[in-house]
Nanobody
Framework: QVTLVESGGDSVQAGGSLRLSCVATGYTFCMGWFRQAPGKDREGVAGLHVRRGITYYADAVKGRFTISQDNAKSTTYLQMNSLKPEDSAMYYC?????????????????WGQGTQVTVSS
C-alpha cells in the first residue's frame, strides 16, 4: 500500500515559479505528476523511474518543469518555472510499485488528493 500527500500548490502570476512536493509512504518504483483542468481529462506531466533516476516529460512542459526525488525524505518534487495560464489545474502525484510506463493514468496504481495551481495572466 502506498499513500501520497501533495503540497505546494498556490496562485501565481504568469512567468512565476512553484515547487510541488509529494511525500510517499510505502515502496514506489515509479513516480508521476498529472494535472487536470476543469472540463478536461487528466493528463500526464512528468514521470520518474525512482531507482534509475530516468525522467520524462509531456511536450507541453519540457524545458519548464523538472521532476526530482529526495529518497531520504521519500519526497518527489515538481519544479515548475515560466508558468503559463494554461498550466492552471489540479496537480496530482501518482505512484506505481512495479512498473514505469508512459504517462497514462492506467500505469499508476496510487494517487494523491491533489494540490491546486492557478496561474493568472
Amino acid at each position: 500500500q502506498v499513500t501520497l500527500v501533495e503540497s505546494g500548490g498556490d496562485s501565481v502570476q504568469a512567468g512565476g515559479s512553484l515547487r510541488l512536493s509529494c511525500v510517499a509512504t510505502g515502496y514506489t518504483f515509479c513516480m508521476g505528476w498529472f494535472r487536470q483542468a476543469p472540463g478536461k481529462d487528466r493528463e500526464g506531466v512528468a514521470g520518474l523511474h525512482v531507482r534509475r533516476g530516468i525522467t520524462y516529460y509531456a511536450d507541453a512542459v519540457k524545458g519548464r518543469f523538472t521532476i526530482s526525488q529526495d529518497n531520504a525524505k521519500s519526497t518527489t518534487y515538481l519544479q515548475m518555472n515560466s508558468l503559463k495560464p494554461e498550466d492552471s489545474a489540479m496537480y496530482y502525484c501518482a505512484a506505481d510499485p512495479s512498473r514505469c510506463g508512459p504517462l497514462y493514468i492506467d500505469n499508476f496504481a496510487y494517487w494523491g488528493q491533489g494540490t491546486q495551481v492557478t496561474v493568472s495572466s
